[in-house]
């Protein structure tokens, strides 16, 4: 059984200088409109939320409404980062992006930039690219982000055929690059199949982890304080920041 490093629970329901990897088991599971959704309920609640795309790929040009670092943004009202830190024309892995574009990723000075950024901020959202290992260069990777920053991992994973699989490979990334796991959300697919609705059980089941939510679709009129609720009382259970 998988045992990955939950969060200490009952620490303190202060949400501080806490920083949120949101992570997801693959490209287009739906970890934007999570970070979205989790960015508008912490700042509805009354936190300083700023939320960062790190790298996005498959953008160029002046920023879109459709990219995701623009959305995060927007979603908290934050002027800066307006957009992701990193934009690469290429919809491919960042780091084949990047030579693609003949664009040097420097890991220490983007680390750096999300540090900066985050100073002012309660809670810091950071938004991966891909899944948890994509790579950012022949070097370092999304976890290596997240480890970084001493940040805690919520896994995004789609409701259907493949999520089993999918998250509990990610939860094993997770722990064995030491980063404490919020919980898991598993998003409602376009297509339902036979296993949607029965991949949370699975999942807690078998890793353990009994903070597996599932959400139904999530739409503009909803509201995110209700919908994201269960997930905040996640973070107002991880330790306090030392």
Partial sequence: MIQAQLATPAITEVLSDMRVFITGTDSHVGKTCVGCALARALTQSGKNVIAIKPIETGCSGQATDSEDGVQLARATGQTQ??????????PLAPVIASER????????????????????????????????????????NMADVASSLGAAALVVAVDRLG???????????????????????????????RSTGSNAA?????????????????????????????????????????
């Fill in 81 to 90: 980062p307006s957009q992701a830190i990193i934009r690469l024309a290429e």
């Fill in 101 to 140: 574009s003949g664009t040097d990723i420097d890991f220490d000075s983007l680390v750096l930039k999300i540090e900066r950024y985050s100073d002012k901020a309660d809670v810091l959202l950071i938004e991966g690219v891909g899944g948890l290992l994509s790579p950012i260069t022949w070097e370092w």
């Fill in 163 to 193: 999520a089993i699989n999918h998250t509990l490979l990610t939860l094993s990334a997770i722990e064995l690059a030491g980063i404490p796991c919020i919980g898991v959300v598993l998003t409602k697919p376009e297509e339902e199949d």
């Fill in 202 to 242: 699975a999942i807690a089941r078998l890793s353990g982890i009994d903070r597996v939510l599932t959400l139904t679709r999530l739409r503009d009129q909803d509201d995110p304080a209700e919908r994201m609720a269960q997930v905040v009382s996640w973070l107002g259970q991880l330790p306090v920041p030392t």
